[in-house]
């Protein structure tokens, strides 16, 4: 089996929602930045590097044990917090990366576990689906790394993946896969 690294992707000021998505908390308390992590790690990541930026040090400390990250240039979108998570694993053993979003929260373990089964080297390139639609996390071979570290702005690696043969791996069945952006994206008692 190929190692893989998580890499959670958590930089954003969260401009809709109304400050940054890993500073929510889910219902039982947990906020959304480590219970993202706890999805990578017990989903059988190796090991989770976690991008930060806006109110890195505030976001930094609720994730204490996690391997941190910070993108200088993460206003400029999520291509950026990619190519920054992407650098720091440039020195790792790693055979992939398993790139996950702070604002899923309904994606747990149980997705990363799927994904992760079709980790098969550096060359694979595999993403969870929701009833037939494309999500998050995306497994990326490290064969790929480089060109997606010069993706660009907000898109991240979308432009890359839609010229390639990407597996689409169905999680229909354990979640939504819906990110949150907006307020009214959340159930009443958690909103901002």
Request: aromatic letters at 2%; charged letters at 25%.
């Given at each position: 089996?190929?190692?893989?690294?998580?890499?959670?992707?958590?930089?954003?000021?969260?401009?809709?929602?109304?400050?940054?998505?890993?500073?929510?908390?889910?219902?039982?308390?947990?906020?959304?930045?480590?219970?993202?992590?706890?999805?990578?790690?017990?989903?059988?990541?190796?090991?989770?590097?976690?991008?930060?930026?806006?109110?890195?040090?505030?976001?930094?400390?609720?994730?204490?044990?996690?391997r941190?990250?910070?993108?200088?240039?993460?206003?400029?979108?999520?291509?950026?917090?990619?190519?920054?998570?992407?650098?720091?694993?440039?020195?790792?053993?790693?055979d992939?990366?398993?790139?996950?979003?702070?604002?899923?929260?309904?994606?747990?373990?149980?997705?990363?576990?799927?994904?992760?089964?079709?980790?098969?080297?550096?060359?694979?390139?595999?993403?969870?689906?929701?009833?037939?639609?494309?999500?998050?996390?995306?497994?990326?071979?490290?064969?790929?790394?480089?060109?997606?570290?010069?993706?660009?702005?907000?898109?991240?690696?979308?432009?890359?993946?839609?010229?390639?043969?990407?597996?689409?791996?169905?999680?229909?069945?354990?979640?939504?896969g819906?990110?949150?952006?907006?307020?009214?994206d959340?159930?009443?008692?958690?909103?901002?």
């Amino acid at each position: 089996m190929s190692r893989v690294t998580g890499l959670l992707l958590a930089a954003g000021a969260g401009r809709r929602m109304g400050g940054p998505k890993a500073l929510l908390r889910t219902a039982d308390g947990t906020s959304w930045v480590a219970a993202a992590r706890a999805a990578l790690v017990d989903g059988g990541c190796d090991d989770v590097v976690v991008v930060l930026g806006a109110e890195a040090e505030a976001v930094s400390a609720l994730v204490e044990e996690a391997r941190v990250v910070v993108a200088d240039d993460w206003e400029c979108g999520m291509g950026a917090s990619l190519a920054a998570g992407l650098a720091a694993l440039e020195a790792e053993p790693a055979d992939a990366a398993l790139v996950h979003l702070v604002d899923l929260p309904d994606v747990a373990a149980g997705v990363v576990a799927r994904v992760l089964a079709r980790a098969t080297g550096r060359a694979v390139l595999a993403r969870a689906a929701y009833h037939g639609r494309p999500g998050h996390p995306v497994l990326l071979g490290r064969d790929h790394w480089p060109a997606l570290a010069e993706g660009d702005g907000d898109e991240g690696a979308r432009g890359y993946l839609a010229v390639h043969d990407v597996e689409l791996i169905e999680c229909g069945d354990l979640a939504t896969g819906l990110d949150k952006d907006r307020p009214e994206d959340l159930d009443p008692r958690l909103a901002p």
